[in-house]
């Protein structure tokens, strides 16, 4: 148990379907990320959110919508995706501190897109 | 902008092999470097950690890394792997709060 929640754990969507992912950590962190790992690939840093503020957004399509509605959840909402978005979506989170704490990671969401 | 290197995609060892898995880094600054390992069907998860000081980082299970500054180089060691070592590994470096990944390296222990 890594203190780090994913659900749901499998997603097949259609591509015109509307979905969330949802995070939830019990570490009582202050940092929360997601991450979109494909194979062969490096991990894809997508947003960032430290104090319940996005910090970071990588370039993401608006067709991810990442929610934060406290320290210790967070959302993704998927909307008109593409097949190539199918990929290992990763939370994580860590502590707001210096030098910065490692990651702790959730198990994924594994997305198929149809 | 920052990046993280690692040369070998996938390894293949018999047990009680020594390992060694390369892991570059791009920045020249102060940077904090960590290995991660993934093993079949679980979570990412912190095998050892750099952020200043001896430069050889000894992990759980064996593992150790040694930074070396002059080659922006901080390789994954293991004297003697196990089947048990049978996973994924990631190399990260970690500047100004932004988190940057390897590609992975699979490796995989025959018994």
Known sequence: ETGVTQTPRHLVMGMTNKKSLKCEQHLGHNAMYWYKQSAKKPLELMFVYSLEERVENNSVPSRFSPECPNSSHLFLHLHTLQPEDSALYLCASSQERTPKGEQYFGPGTRLTVT | ?111
């Open chain 2, 1 to 111: 902008a920052q990046s993280v290197s690692q040369h070998n995609h996938h390894v293949i060892l018999s047990e009680a092999a020594s390992l060694e898995l390369g892991c570059n880094y791009s920045y020249g600054g102060t940077v904090n470097l960590f290995w991660y390992v993934q093993y079949p069907g679980q979570h990412l998860q912190l095998l050892l950690k750099y952020f200043s000081g001896d430069p050889l980082v000894k992990g759980i299970k064996g593992f150790e890394a040694e930074f070396i500054k002059s080659k922006f180089s901080f390789n994954l060691r293991k004297p003697s792997v196990q089947w048990s070592d049978t996973a994924e590994y990631f190399c990260a470096s970690e500047r100004w709060g932004k988190f940057y990944f390897g590609s992975g390296t699979k490796l995989n222990v025959k018994p």
